[in-house]
């Protein structure tokens, strides 16, 4: 058994370590005040103070933390009211909890002893930079949810939501969604694109991905190449190609010319998703088969497929994603008749600014996340069924 000793940091360390993190804060709330560098400011010397207090005069971690707790959730309650409350005590919990974690040097705790100084800097710094990129791109997501219960037909906070007033709160966008002929029309629309155009980008997919897999396979990094372009041409583009060649075809502005574009657009994800599985694929089974008789077509079905199934899965989970939240190509190929869920938010936000777009993106958004999270479950199946990952 492995004991690691922490030993304590001088303030001089600790003190000026949690102003940074106090300065964070106080930028968000400063901006938020029209004043950034002030709340700049005061956020690092009150947490940096907080910080030299609470390590070098009174070390009652305990108490100290329950203080900061009640003293953040008192003052975001002044600044701000109950919204400002709840922030504040988050932030009073994080911070009181920081303090200590700096101070009593448990942040070396789950690192190796021989670790210098300037390695944990970078050990943390990268940590704090993935946080501060993560929060950049969620922020926008988590901002849209609440929103979406807004009584008012605004696009902003009200006062009676940063109160928290039940008045301020209400599902009118969602039985709007529920009840509006367009909005109903451009979803079912989309439900019935996507899971045709996925069934497409899953045949194709996946049979190119086979085929493209055996390495006696002419120019077949060239022909990847061509294959996955969808994923690097820029998306204006292979929508304007899409209407030339689609238009000359007489499948512009059809059912069908939307499917096949969107399926053009999901079959590299297959493609990515199933190579990636058939590189830990042992051949001599699909031998082992031949010689017991079995036909490419058995073979296949009862033998490579189960094996690949989660890979093929994933990739047909992307590919609906991809068909059920794309605008540009349909807006250049579909036409009225094939008005899908995001054209139709795309038009909402246009021209009508119907503020039930935020009930629909916060749908897709939780409708995102659990096919994600399908995802990330096959993915480890998969891995656990080649031998790459423990059971």
């Not at 497409?200 to 396979?217: C, K, P, Q, R, Y």
């Not at 000359?248 to 059912?255: A, E, I, N």
């Not at 600014?353 to 999270?373: D, E, G, H, K, R």
């Amino acid at each position: 058994m492995t004991i690691t000793i922490t030993e304590p940091k001088p303030i001089t360390f600790a003190a000026p370590v949690a102003g940074l993190a106090g300065a964070f804060a106080g930028l968000l709330v400063g901006t938020a005040h029209d004043n950034p560098l002030l709340g700049l400011a005061i956020g690092f010397v009150l947490t940096a103070a907080l910080a030299f207090v609470w390590l070098g005069v009174f070390r009652h971690e305990r108490i100290a933390r329950w203080v900061t707790f009640i003293a953040a959730g008192t003052g975001g309650y002044l600044l701000a009211g109950a919204m400002g409350a709840l922030i504040g005590l988050l932030f009073g919990w994080l911070i009181g909890w920081f303090i200590f974690w700096l101070g009593e040097g448990r942040y070396r705790a789950k690192l190796p002893p021989y670790t210098t100084a300037q390695q944990v800097f970078y050990h943390f710094a990268f940590r704090v930079l993935c946080g501060l990129i993560f929060f950049f791109l969620i922020t926008p997501i988590v901002v849209v949810m609440p929103l979406s219960f807004n009584a008012e037909n605004f696009f902003t906070f009200t006062p009676e939501m940063l109160r928290l007033d039940p008045a301020g709160y209400s599902l009118k966008h969602y039985k709007d969604f529920f009840t509006n002929d367009d909005w109903q029309q451009a979803m079912w629309n989309s439900i019935s694109i996507a899971p045709v155009a996925t069934m497409l980008s899953v045949g194709f997919g996946t049979l190119a991905a086979i085929g493209l897999s055996d390495e006696h396979v002419p120019f077949r990094r060239a022909i990847m190449t061509i294959l996955i372009s969808p994923m690097i041409v820029p998306l204006i583009i292979s929508a304007a190609g899409m209407y030339f060649f689609y238009s000359r075809l007489g499948l512009q502005g059809t059912y069908w010319g939307v499917v096949l574009a969107h399926a053009a657009l999901g079959i590299p994800f297959v493609i990515i998703t199933v190579t990636a599985t058939l590189v830990g694929f042992d051949r001599s089974l699909t031998r082992a088969a031949a010689n017991m008789g079995a036909n490419p077509v058995t073979t296949f079905f009862r033998v490579q497929m189960p094996l690949i199934l989660p890979g093929v899965i994933s990739g047909g989970l992307f590919a609906f994603i991809t068909s059920f939240d794309e605008v540009v190509v349909v807006l250049f190929v579909g036409s009225a008749g094939q008005k899908t869920l995001p054209w139709q938010m795309f038009t909402g936000l246009r021209e009508q600014i119907s503020p039930t777009i935020l009930a629909v993106a916060t749908m897709l958004v939780i409708i995102s996340i659990m096919l994600l999270t399908t995802v990330e479950m096959l993915r480890r199946r998969s891995e656990r069924l080649r031998g790459l990952s423990p059971g």
